[in-house]
């Protein structure tokens, strides 16, 4: 589903270099739940970043779903990342002022969905996330855990192909973290759902399928773990 081939990303400064990705290769196949673990500052959001498609690599080559997207123009890249990839952040980046039903509609917002469609879509993905009765609550009214899934139902309300998350339970106590990953796996299990998650938690790590460790932007384990 998602083939990187010798990805590199070098970022500069005026004054500095930083090899964030040194020759990564990394093939993740369809309905996989991959994690990446790795020290503060080894690359994985980079990594994440570049196979979400929000991050151009340095050198190397990105294929998702067999498309080679280095051919794609910035506006078929643009849908391209709406229909295909969900995104899930650490400290959730939901907007603040908008309710938590306009919050999941907003990926719908860049397709031609009609106002009625993108209400039942971003009710139905609430349902799945256990939220329907917070609808109409403000983000700041709802408990870490509830923010995340709010971010979780907006990360799935297109139904794309994959989800990217990048320490998705990092800002969680343990109970609230195991309820974000149980939605994640079933995720996985049920809809077919490929994942890559980066996260700092062993136990999390240890309910996906592969683990990859990074260390200074290269690879160095690759574990099967089921
Ligand atoms: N926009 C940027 N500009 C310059 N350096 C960056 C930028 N983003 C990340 N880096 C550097 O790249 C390396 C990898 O960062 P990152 O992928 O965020 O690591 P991780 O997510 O594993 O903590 C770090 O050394 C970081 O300082
Ligand atoms: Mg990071």
């Known amino acids: 589903m998602i083939r990187l081939q010798n990805i590199e990303k070098v970022y500069r400064t005026d004054t500095v270099e930083t090899l964030a990705i040194n020759g990564i290769s990394l093939d993740v196949a369809k309905g996989e739940f991959l994690s990446i673990m790795g020290p503060s500052g080894c690359g994985k959001s980079t990594l994440l970043n570049i196979m979400g498609l929000l991050d151009e690599p340095s050198k190397g080559n990105i294929k998702i779903d067999e498309q080679d997207i280095s051919r794609f123009s910035d506006q078929k890249l643009a849908k391209f ?12 980046h939901l907007i603040n002022d908008l309710r938590v039903l306009d919050n999941v509609e907003l990926p719908l917002l860049y397709r031609n969905s009609s106002a009625k469609e993108r209400k039942i879509l971003a009710t139905a993905a609430l349902e799945k996330v256990g939220l329907s009765n917070r609808l109409k609550h403000f983000p700041t009214q709802l408990s870490g855990g509830q923010r995340q899934r709010v971010a979780i139902a907006r990360a799935i309300v297109g139904n794309p192909q994959i989800i990217l998350a990048d320490e998705p339970t990092g ?56």
């Open 81 to 92: 990342r709406n229909q295909k990839l969900g995104f899930i952040f650490q400290s959730y």
């Open 171 to 226: 800002n969680l106590d343990s109970a609230m973290g195991n309820e974000i990953m149980d939605i994640l796996i079933n995720l996985n299990k049920n809809e077919g759902t490929t994942i890559v998650m980066v996260t700092h938690d062993e136990s999390m790590a240890h309910k996906t399928h592969r683990l990859v460790r990074l260390f200074d932007g290269s690879q160095f384990n690759n574990q099967k773990l089921c």
